[in-house]
């Protein structure tokens, strides 16, 4: 399977740098621009298949991908954004300011076993969200497969399929609306491409 893992469009709170989780924060003017230019990179492709995080931000993004190919899309809970609990919808001045420790921790080599207050740990976010992708893929040994999600989510995918240990994700970056590819097999993950912005350049 050909795996696309697509972050959803911008939003405002993206824009203003603002902690978002599982806030149903929705897509902005420009968001939506980005989602017309994924459809429009993605329409050339042969999608077998086209899933998405139930938030909205997510969806609305991967209903535009999915119209371009006439496919329905489905909802997979897994792969919805990291809960990041008492730090959702703060600025991360505040952030720092409210939760040094929390902060500290986060940084530090155990960070990914230590959840927000009120949320998850990445290991947590890990798990769920590869568990989701071999799911995917035990139902479509080959094609190539959309899945519309979030930073944290793709992060952690990269991570695992690069066998890069997950404190060391922070090493990865992943703009909204940039598309990753991950080729997956029953022995193996390859990374393909990563981070990939070119289909932006006329939403700015």
Not at 28 to 48: M, V
Not at 78 to 85: I, N, P, Q, R
């Amino acid at each position: 399977m050909r795996l696309f893992l697509v972050r959803h469009g911008q939003t405002d709170h993206n824009r203003d740098s603002i902690a978002l989780g599982r806030a149903d924060v929705p897509l902005n003017e420009l968001g939506r621009r980005h989602a017309e230019a994924l459809a429009t990179r993605l329409s050339r492709e042969q999608i077998a298949a086209v899933y998405s995080s139930p938030l909205s931000r997510a969806l609305d993004t991967a209903s535009v991908i999915s119209d371009r190919h006439g496919l329905p899309v489905t909802i997979e809970d897994a792969l919805t954004e990291m809960e990041v609990g008492e730090l959702d919808g703060l600025t991360y001045p505040v952030i720092r300011e409210r939760f040094p420790r929390v902060i500290e921790r986060w940084l530090g080599e155990e960070g990914p076993d230590h959840p927000f207050p009120g949320g998850e740990s990445l290991v947590e976010v890990a798990d769920r969200a590869w568990a989701a992708v071999a799911h995917i893929a035990s139902d479509h040994l080959t094609g190539t497969v959309v899945a519309v999600t979030h930073n944290f989510v793709i992060l952690c995918l990269l991570a695992r399929a690069l066998g890069l240990p997950l404190n060391r994700f922070r090493r990865l970056k992943h703009e909204v609306a940039a598309i990753s590819v991950v080729e997956i097999t029953s022995e193996r993950a390859v990374v393909l491409s990563m981070n990939d912005t070119c289909h932006l350049s006329a939403c700015e």
